[in-house]
């Protein structure tokens, strides 16, 4: 089989990929199902786990039953703070999977991460293209931070992260801040961001001296947190499917949540 992708084929992926695509189990998971002797394609065993596959002409099975990508699954978590954004941590910390504990789900993996000391809006998703578009920061998706620091920043500071910052051979720049309120020792800020470099507001506060005391966010494209508790989840309407979407440059035509059909399940 074939190692690299013919040139002008969309449906080829590693075979580790198909079952990602399809909702199935993680790439890493796949890989393993591969290299124990449990998948097949076109009827042959199949142990490479770089091995390319057509999934529109090719028949790839697991266990002897063929491949069904499950439904499209988009689900909302408040992330705690604490929590890692990871399917399963080395070290043995807690994950947001923990989360998804007794939901009746298909394999889902988040949109992105929030780091262990960062809480809010995450999504979890097994629409593969959706995702990677979500984080494209050519797709300028906006992504809404309500910040605590220390101190009071002014005009100079909030310009600063607007106009962008060298921070570690990076430039680093926020779509907008503003003041949210401020006190004696510390205050909100909210902060704009359509690129997602690692821990880069973080790292822009500590590069102007400000300490992160809280990070929360509160909304991607038009998905707002609102009033979901700490540790929630919910399904994502058809409506906000679709307007992710088209904020990532995708057909949102026709596009159905699965998740009235997974809140039934669960009565």
């Known amino acids: 089989m074939p190692r690299k992708p013919m040139p002008n084929q969309a449906n080829r992926v590693t075979l580790p990929r198909a079952f990602s695509k399809l909702g199935i ?3 890493k ?3 393993k199902l591969i290299v124990d002797g449990r998948v097949r394609v076109n009827k042959r065993v199949v142990n490479d786990v770089e091995a390319w596959v ?5 028949r790839i ?8 990508a499950h439904a499209k699954v988009y689900l909302a978590l408040n992330k705690p703070r604490g929590l890692v954004t990871t399917r399963d941590d080395p070290e043995g910390r807690n994950t947001v999977f923990d989360c998804l504990e007794g939901l009746d789900l298909p394999f889902v993996a988040p949109v992105g991460r929030l780091d262990k000391a960062s809480e809010g809006l995450l999504l979890f998703t097994n629409d593969t293209q959706l995702a990677q578009r979500l984080l494209d920061p050519d797709k300028d998706v906006r992504k809404i931070y ?5 101190g009071r920043p002014g005009e100079a500071e909030i310009a600063r992260m607007t106009t962008g910052m060298e921070v570690d051979g990076q ?3 926020a779509a ?3 003041l949210l309120r401020a006190g004696e020792k510390n205050a909100w800020l909210e902060v704009e961001l359509t690129e997602g470099k690692n821990r880069q507001i973080r790292r822009m506060l500590e590069a102007m001296g400000l300490e992160c005391l809280r990070l929360v966010r509160v909304a991607i494209g038009d998905i707002a947190l609102g009033d979901l508790a700490k540790g929630a989840t919910r399904f994502l309407t058809d409506a906000e499917v679709q307007s992710l979407q088209r904020g990532a440059g995708l057909n949102a035509a026709g596009a ?6 997974a809140r039934r399940k669960q009565r």
């Open 171 to 173: 430039t680093l720049t």
């Open 54 to 58: 057509d999934m529109a002409s090719d």
């Open 176 to 178: 907008a801040v503003r």
């Open 256 to 261: 159905k949540s699965s998740g009235t059909a």
């Open 146 to 150: 309500h910040v605590q620091v220390s």
């Open 61 to 68: 099975e697991l266990d002897g039953q063929p491949l069904k």
């Open 25 to 27: 189990c993680s790439r």
């Open 29 to 31: 998971q796949a890989e």
